[in-house]
């Protein structure tokens, strides 16, 4: 696992709002690579995942 995003951070990369990604997190289509514990618990992403996905998002 490479460098940790926090959720503002990977969004700002995807060029998208935090709620579409804790929504694309919520259903699998970005994973998360760390959460705190508890229903609000911090997410962290990897970096090289995030890139990867923005990648193929604007490449279409």
Avoid: C
């Avoid at 990977?10 to 998208?16: C, D, T, V």
């Avoid at 995030?50 to 490449?59: E, L, R, S, Y």
């Amino acid at each position: 696992m490479g460098k940790l995003l926090t959720t503002a951070e990977a969004a700002q990369r995807l060029g998208i709002s935090i709620t579409t990604l804790n929504r694309w997190a919520n259903n699998g289509t970005i994973p998360v690579a760390v959460q705190a514990p508890g229903r609000t618990g911090t997410r962290l992403y990897d970096e090289a995942v995030i890139d990867a996905h923005a990648d193929t998002t604007t490449a279409a």
